[in-house]
Every structure is written in structure tokens, then in C-alpha cells.
């Protein structure tokens, strides 16, 4: 009867089962990869906010007032009150910093508590290490650099468009609007803020990938120095000592050894005597 009929069957162990699972706080662990795909999708949600805020902007018209002879003066009526796109702009102005907030704070834990050897074990004068030095500075800043641009740009729209929210189709000598495309940037400007922060996410995570390499092949050729600089010792040596008409006799070759051996030949001889 085989083993296996005793108990369960064995399953084969592979090395990913024996790899530990990343945490939630890893670079690459599943959290921060949906967490850097949520933001890119509230990035584009943002994008759409702005693309219907500057749809629904607020227009003016101008019209006529008083006597062409008493040189009449022109006044302007708005379009609509601007409750639609003070809606769309304010949620994209707070759903922005959010996914901005969210992104770089979770990378800010991430590699703070990352293994020391992935932030140390770096060679600043290779060719890798300054390649991706300046492609996280380059995400880094062009990442707030279009945060800001496109939070200012809303916060704009939203002073503007709340003017007029109450008695907003009474004529007024004067009416101020949003020029034409301002919500489009501030949506575009958006959606590179997120794309830049998801390239800084993947630059760090690149990194610390190198990293754990370089640690890798480093422990490596120290096992291997290690292992050949102290060759195993050979094993004790057997010596055959033989005496006359006698069979052989094996001793080891040990450190101390006896004062006297005395044969059996030697004996058969002292009896003869």
C-alpha cells in the first residue's frame, strides 16, 4: 500500500511560496498599485469636471440702455447664475488635492519604511543611480508644478463664477467673466499631475527594485569569498605499520602516541628464551 493513502498528498513548495508577502506599506504591494490607479482615475474624473465646467461657463451679453442722443450707455446680462460650473470647478479643486495628498503621502511612508538597504547601498557615481536621481527630481517638481498651476486656475473660476449667483440676469454696467479655455487648462494641468505623481510612484519603485538587486549580488560574492577563503580541512591520514611475518597493523596518525608498542612477534620470540 503507498504512503499516500495514509494521509494527504503533498503539495510541491515553489520559491514564490517561500517569498514573504509584501505589506501594505511596500512600494510594490497591491495597495499602493491600486492606490496610484485610483488616483489616475479621480485625475480623469477631475479632467471631466472641467471639460463640463468650461461647457457651462458663464457668458454675457450686452445690451442697449437709455437714448441714443443722450448717449446711451451698454449693460451686460449674464447667461445663467454659474451654480454648474462652481459645482464642477470646487469638486475638481478638492478631489485634486486629495489624489495629490493621497499619492505622495503614501510614497512618503512607502520608502520611509523601506529597508535601510534599499536608501543606502547606492553608488552615486554610477550611471543608474544618476539616471533615476534626476528622473525622481524631474516627477518630483514637475508634479507640483502643475498642481499648483491647475488649483490656481480653478480657484479663479470658482471667485469668478460665485460673483453672480443671486440676481445674476439684472443688467450691470459692468460683468466679469471667465476667458475662454481657463477650465480646459486647469483640466489638463490636472491630469498631468496625476500622470507625473504615478511616473515619481514608478521611478521610486524602480529604485528600491535596483536596490534589493545590487544587495542581492553583494551578499552573494560575499558568501562565495567567504566559502573559498577558508578551504574544509582534509580528513586524518591512515598509517599501515607491518611487522614481520605478521599481518599489517592500522593505526591513525594521531598526535600523541604510545611510548611503547609492543608486537606480538617480539612476544613469541621472549618465550623462546
Keep these: 500500500m503507498s504512503c499516500s493513502s495514509f494521509g494527504p498528498e503533498r503539495m510541491a513548495v515553489t520559491h514564490a511560496d517561500l517569498e ?5 506599506t511596500e512600494l510594490g504591494s497591491k495597495t499602493g498599485v491600486l492606490l496610484m490607479v485610483l488616483t489616475i482615475l479621480w485625475g480623469l474624473f477631475c479632467f471631466i469636471l472641467c471639460l463640463i465646467a468650461e461647457a457651462t461657463r458663464s457668458e454675457v451679453t450686452w445690451v442697449g440702455a437709455g437714448n441714443k442722443g443722450n448717449g446711451g450707455k451698454s449693460e451686460c446680462v449674464y447667461s445663467g447664475s454659474g451654480k454648474t460650473p462652481l459645482f464642477c470647478a470646487a469638486a475638481a479643486f478638492v478631489g485634486l488635492a486629495i489624489a495629490t495628498v493621497v499619492q505622495h503621502t503614501y510614497m512618503l511612508i512607502a520608502v520611509t519604511k523601506s529597508p535601510p538597504s534599499a536608501l543606502v547601498n547606492w553608488d552615486s557615481g554610477s550611471a543608474i543611480a544618476k539616471s533615476l536621481s534626476w528622473q525622481a527630481g524631474f516627477f518630483f517638481v514637475t508634479t507640483w508644478i502643475c498642481f499648483s498651476v491647475g488649483e490656481i486656475l480653478l480657484l479663479i473660476g470658482l471667485s469668478v463664477e460665485s460673483g453672480h449667483l443671486k440676481n445674476w440676469n439684472r443688467q450691470r454696467p459692468s460683468c466679469l467673466i471667465i476667458r475662454e479655455g481657463l477650465f ?14 504615478a511616473g515619481l510612484y514608478l521611478t521610486a519603485l524602480r529604485a528600491q527594485t535596483v536596490s534589493q538587486e545590487l544587495e542581492n549580488v553583494r551578499r552573494e560574492v560575499l558568501e562565495a569569498s567567504a ?8 580528513p586524518p591520514l591512515h598509517h599501515m605499520a607491518t611487522v614481520a611475518r605478521e599481518s ?3 593505526r591513525e596518525n594521531h598526535s600523541e602516541q ?5 608486537p606480538q612477534a617480539f612476544s613469541k620470540h621472549s618465550n623462546l628464551v
Design 248 to 250: 599489517p597493523i592500522s
Design 227 to 234: 566559502l573559498y577563503a577558508s578551504p574544509p580541512r582534509s
Design 258 to 262: 604510545p611510548l611503547f608498542v609492543f
Design 20 to 24: 514573504p508577502s509584501r505589506r501594505s
Design 184 to 197: 480646459s487648462a486647469a483640466g489638463v494641468f490636472s491630469l498631468a499631475t496625476v500622470f507625473f505623481a
